[in-house]
């Protein structure tokens, strides 16, 4: 996995891990969406657009409803970051950091 | 829809009850039907305050006494009623009469809440006649027929199941006889309604589970006792039977068994709902089948469907499960030849605040308003589709037109 591909990575986890109110989970590319804990439709909603509003994106309900893991995700939303130029998407979490 | 011609004066003096609530003696030729406990929308009777026609109809009478605003209701043959500005009828110098307006579109649905209270809407506006009102909602095609084959007396379901399978909790343990209402009520009204919003169905042996029944009945008392309780109740429902996973339905239906003595519901039913319940997609050619299965046995003039989903996103995208169910819903029905209308598209032209509730999931009460509007237009379409000559006048338009006005 290349750098980009894992900073967005880490940056989704982290989201999920927050509107799931779950810490301590663990989140792989080969997570599957149906076997997290707690990720039901309300869920789904709420991380969707915790994504959205964090990469300046929006899905179409033909991707978010598709999603089957956490890879297929990323894979969406790396595709669409590359489209508006990800860097500067993701520089503004990465000056807070430091 | 032209209004009756023939009114029938009510004379003062009106008894004051209570509130904005006061009681009218009917004329003796008007005696028609009224609501009862057995049906609480029989009635077809229209309040007049001069010109101006009162309602809505069929109001709880609590809410007659402290809303008023024009809410009456036609109750065991006596009529109890307010005033359109909460006016003593007495006294403000209006005249109040009754009329009978029977609606002629004899409309059935099967479907959500959403469909429901459309065609609530529609009724109350005796723009249609809602001819059967099913007393469960249902969300996929199988639940639907499962209903029609029930209440049509051609399917059996066991009493105790009756609850979680065909009728809503405010029905169970009534006699079975009264939900079958034969089928001159059922087949073939002008319009029917299919409203669908999954192809997921949740098997239990040789029938299907309705979901809010199951909801309220099981998940919720396992909410009830507890954090981890509830998580484990909404992993089995959400994970391991809409979603299917195997591992995840047995090792939660394991963990809800010990919790289910402490329930306080029928645990024998309990015990087998969650261990033999699971969840069963339904592919293409078997909801074609389903669909068309529906549509032969209702013999409606004409069959109408409609696209409903999960929930909302804050914008008013929509969340539905399966991921494909839109395109499965619109190939099927392009494969038996019924309109389609996808309320997402309504939210999408409204916008959200206009449309969905906070809850993301249920309408606001001016898209239900607007929903009975196009479905009611989309049904009258396909009547007149069948009329060989206004379908040449027509075109065979997919525009959409204008419901009739309320009268």
Redesign the interface.
């Known amino acids: 996995m290349d750098l980009e591909r894992r900073a967005i990575l880490t940056e989704v986890g982290g989201i999920i891990r927050s509107e799931l109110d779950d810490q301590p989970l663990e989140i792989t590319e080969h997570t599957v969406i149906?076997?997290i804990?707690?990720?039901?439709?309300?869920a789904?909603?709420r991380i969707?657009?915790a994504i959205e509003s964090r990469f300046s994106v929006r899905f179409e309900?033909?991707e978010?409803?598709?999603f089957q893991n956490v890879g297929e995700l990323v894979d969406c939303l790396s595709k669409k970051l590359s489209e508006i130029g990800h860097e500067r998407t993701l520089r503004p979490r990465a000056a807070l950091r430091t | 829809m032209a209004e009756p011609v023939s009114r029938h004066a009510l004379q003062p003096p009106f008894l004051h009850r209570a509130g904005l609530a006061w009681a009218a003696h009917l004329p003796e030729e008007a005696g028609w039907p009224s609501d009862g406990s057995d049906d609480k929308r029989r009635s077809q009777l229209r309040l007049w305050e001069n010109d101006t026609r009162l309602g809505p109809r069929h109001a709880i009478h609590d809410a007659i006494e402290n809303e008023g605003a024009g809410r009456y209701s036609h109750w065991n043959g006596g009529l109890i009623f307010s005033t359109g500005d909460g006016s003593d009828p007495n006294t403000n110098g209006r005249r109040y009469a009754v009329s009978l307006g029977a609606p002629t579109t004899r409309v059935v649905g099967l479907g959500s809440c959403h469909l429901h209270d459309a065609l609530i809407e529609l009724e109350d506006k005796a723009l249609v006649h809602w001819a059967w009102r099913t007393p469960a909602l249902a969300h996929t095609p199988r639940e639907a027929a499962q209903l029609l084959g029930f209440h049509l007396g051609e399917l059996d379901i066991p009493a105790p199941l009756h609850s979680v399978t065909v009728a809503d909790t405010a029905l169970a343990g009534s006699d079975p006889a009264d939900f079958r209402p034969g089928p001159a009520r059922i087949k073939q009204a002008d319009i029917a309604f299919l409203e669908f919003g999954s192809t997921v169905d949740i098997a239990y042996g040789p029938f299907w589970l309705l979901r809010a029944p199951l909801r309220t009945r099981f998940i919720d008392k396992f909410a009830a006792l507890g954090a981890a309780s509830r998580q484990t109740a909404y992993r089995w429902y959400n994970q391991g039977l809409l979603k299917r996973n195997e591992a995840v339905r047995a090792e939660c239906a394991a963990r809800m068994l010990d919790m289910i003595p402490r329930l306080g519901v029928d645990r024998a039913l309990a015990r087998d709902v969650v261990c033999n319940a699971r969840g069963a997609e339904q592919d293409m050619a078997s909801v074609v089948e389903t669909m068309r299965g529906i549509r032969d046995t209702l013999q409606a003039k004409a069959t109408c469907v409609l696209s409903s989903q999960n929930a909302f996103m804050p914008d008013g995208r929509p969340l539905s499960w399966p991921g494909n169910f839109f395109k499965v819903i619109e190939t099927a029905c392009g494969e038996i030849g019924l309109p389609l209308l996808h309320t997402k598209s309504l939210v999408a032209e409204q916008g959200a605040a206009f449309a969905i509730k906070k809850d993301l999931v249920h309408f606001t009460p001016q898209m239900i308003t607007l929903l009975g509007t196009e479905i009611l237009a989309m049904g009258n379409r396909a009547l007149r589709a069948l009329e060989p000559d206004v379908v040449a006048s027509h075109g065979g338009s997919g525009a959409r037109t204008p419901a009739p006005a309320e009268s």
Do not use: F, R
């Open positions: 149906d076997g804990d707690g990720w039901d439709s309300v789904h909603v969707i657009v309900p033909d978010y409803m598709d």
